[in-house]
Structures are given as structure tokens and as C-alpha cells.
């Protein structure tokens, strides 16, 4: 007797679509969460603006769907646009999930996923950016306009989030108890992929940030900071890693950049590709942040090197470091403090190699990329399950 012609055929799996605005921050941060989906039994689709980083999200096994839309395009007919392109998407892509990166995402995928009638949600609020660090009464309005929009409109039953702080759960007027939220060690980081190397001769102490040279991460402050050091006595100098980000609005210029290189202590390198090649050739790692993190992944990658992190006590930043046994946390925008960090640290040379043990220890402990894979195909499996 025959088989009837289907019998042989693999079950479909479930699909499940992310929705992000960039395919180098889907590759720099979330390719842990795309193999979770794929280990998971489902489909994956990437939903995106693609420039150069197709390669390292198909090779993960998910396909990408392209949606070209601009970070900055705010106004109504832009956001009218990109929702009604989202919209066509998931009606035709069908998931059985809907993972929104980030609060534009989130905005955008949220309702069009509403409107397309997925009901299992998943949001991802990476931190606030440039909002979360604004302290005026303009932006506190935004904030709580935002929150009120995805809490009440775009929020149900089936909907969970993914936060890399409990901060954010705030931000949300959510309990961080709720069952709804799951906190993980941001994006997760291989150990293995940033090994700790020997500290290098001092002095001087070597300074470095690692991110993007934007006002809300603080670059100013630590090079007012070097300044003030400089100027008390400490041999200190500092290299700035990352560049300016044309989306954001207080990005500093290149022209901004190559005046504060142009002293002779300072030195903007651009955009590295060897992350931990920057942190052997320096003692401590610095992310002067104002705000607006989710858990900062430069951070974790030089905590994973072995060094200090000297940052400030703004969410993300100061959930990851304890102040005095991985680094130094202090208020943001406070370059005085910063300065008498450096001092310390150039006087007290074992500090250094202390704090950066601990960092490294850290790390081990809930922020590799094997704990976020798991809690994330949790997440998955039981979201896909509930009626």
C-alpha cells in the first residue's frame, strides 16, 4: 500500500522573525539569540536594513528580509511608511513569534505585529540612547510617552520581555519580578574569544574607551578628566576606539574628534576590529556613560581581557560593575572624580590587576554567550507554548 504522498515530509517548523534596524548591530550584539531560535527547532528570519553584514546572519541559518528606513526619519509619513511595509512582512512571513530589538523596533514591530495579528511578542529594550540620557523635561515626557505606548497599546498576554538591566523594568513601570521580564547578561560574551593578556609596563597609565563618540557615552568627561589628571602630576594617556554615529544627535564630529587627538596625550583611532588586541595593550577600560545602556558590551569585553572598568552608576553600567572589586563607579558627567580614579590607579599599580581578575571572574558568572542562548531558547520554547 502507498504511502500518501505528504507521509515522508518534515513537520514545518515554527518561524520566528527578528525586527531590528541594523544588520551590524544584529551581528555585533544578537547572532547569540539567532542560533538560540535555530537550536530551538525554529525558522528564523531577519528583518532589517542591510549594508555589509548579510554574511555572518546567514551563516547562522536565518534568512533576511530587507526594510530600508533611517533611525533618524521620525516624522509621521516616515513611520506611517515603515509601519505599513512591516505589516505586509509579517502577514506574509506568518511567525509564530516576533522578536523587536530596541525601542524604534520595538514601536514599529510591536503594532504591526498587532496589526498582523501575532500575539507572541517579544520585546527587547536595549537600553534608551540618546533619551536615556537626557536629563530635561522634554525628554523625561518622551520617555514616559514611549513607555505608556508599548506598556498599554502594544502589550498583551503572550507579550514578554527580554532586558539587559533591571533599570529598564522601571523605565517600563513594570515589577522586575514580573514574570513577564527576563533579564539576561546583555548580548553574551566567549571568553575564549578575548583572552587575558599581561598588563603592559607603566607608567604611563593607558587609558582606553571602546564605543561609539557619542555625548551620551561620556567621552568628554574622561578626556576633561585626563586633562585634570595630566595636569595634577599622573602620566596618563588615553586612546578613544569607535566613531561617530551619523544617526545620533549629539555624536561628536570628526572635526571634534582630531582637535582633542591633536593633544599630544590623546589619540582617536577610529573604528577597531581587534578589540582585545586594545585592551593587551592597556590597563584599564573606561566608559564614561550618561545613560541610556542596556548592558554595555564593551564592558564585558574588557572585563573578559582582565581589566578594570572604571564607569559610571547609570543603569547597565553600574548593574555589571561593583564598585571596588571589578573597577570604580562614580556619577556621571563627574570629571573630577574621574581625574582622582586616574590618579589612583597610576599610583596603586596591583589595583589594576586586582580589578581586572574580578572582572574576568565575573563574566563566568550569568554574562557568556551560553547563558544568554539558553535563557533566551527558553524563552522561546515556552513562548511558543502558551495558549
Known sequence: MERPADATKSPARPKLVFIITEDWFFVSHFLPMARAARDAGFETVVVTRVRDHAGPIEAVGARIVPLEAERREVGIKAVASALWRMTAILKREKPAIVHCIA??????????????????????????????????????????????????????????????NTGDAGFLRLPADSLR???????????????????????????????????SKGIDTIVEAVRLARRRGVDVTLSLYGTPDPSNPRAFSAETLAEWSAEPFIDWHGRTEDVAAVWAAHHLACLPSRGGEGLPRTLLEAAACGRPLLTTNVPGCGDFVRDGQDGIVLPAGDSQGFAAALARFASEPELAARMGASARARVARGYTTNDVEQAVAKLYRDLAQTM
Open 103 to 164: 525601542l524604534r523596533s520595538i514601536l514599529v514591530g510591536g503594532a504591526a505585529a498587532r496589526l498582523a495579528g501575532i500575539s507572541r511578542r517579544i520585546y527587547a529594550v536595549t537600553g534608551l540612547g540618546y533619551l536615556g540620557a537626557r536629563s530635561d523635561t522634554t525628554g523625561r515626557a518622551i520617555r514616559a510617552a514611549i513607555a505608556a505606548t508599548i506598556r498599554i497599546g502594544l502589550t498583551g498576554k503572550r507579550t514578554r520581555f527580554l532586558l539587559e
Open 181 to 215: 521580564i527576563l533579564v539576561v547578561g546583555g548580548a553574551g560574551i566567549d571568553p575564549a574569544a578575548y583572552p587575558q593578556a599581561p598588563l603592559p609596563p607603566a607608567p604611563p597609565l593607558k587609558v582606553a574607551v571602546v564605543a561609539r563618540m557619542l555625548w
